[in-house]
């Protein structure tokens, strides 16, 4: 079911200190701080030849990433993201194997403007999963 690894979601207490780390350290192609509101994130994404990673920092209130910050505070892996080709064929798939699927169970946009869901780390070796329509 799922495809390429699109991305690898690391949650960063600095943004500009991580963007130091793999633009300069790394050498990798960085963006600059793109700004999400309506996710509750602010992101920078490295471009590597097979797949991105996102630094992403908490935005606003509400922040998906502000409780996992509070729990890790020097940052970590927050997320993997994997290509699926229909979300909502996962969707039943996921469900037929009762795996849990986080919120309301319904795809919301994600951070390329394509539907995600999310899927519970405790059904998923203790990982968040991120799966996207590409
Ligand atoms: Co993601």
Redesign the pocket.
């Given at each position: 079911m799922i495809g390429r690894l699109n991305?690898v979601?690391i949650a960063v207490p600095d943004l500009d200190a991580a963007a130091a780390i793999y633009r300069g350290i790394l050498g990798a192609k960085v963006s600059t701080p793109v700004l999400m509101p309506e996710q509750g994130v602010t992101i920078v994404f490295v471009e590597l030849p097979n797949a991105k990673i996102?630094l992403v920092h908490p935005l606003g209130e509400d922040s998906p990433v502000a409780g996992f910050l509070a729990r890790n505070p020097a940052g970590g892996i927050h997320?993997l993201?994997f290509e699926v080709d229909d979300i909502l064929a996962a969707r039943e798939r996921l469900r037929a194997a009762k795996a849990r699927i986080v919120g309301s169970g319904e795809p919301t946009i994600?951070?390329h403007g394509k539907p995600v869901l999310f899927l519970h780390p405790k059904d998923f070796a203790g990982t968040l999963i991120?799966i996207e329509q590409a």
């Open positions: 991305h979601a996102e997320h993201c994600g951070a991120e």
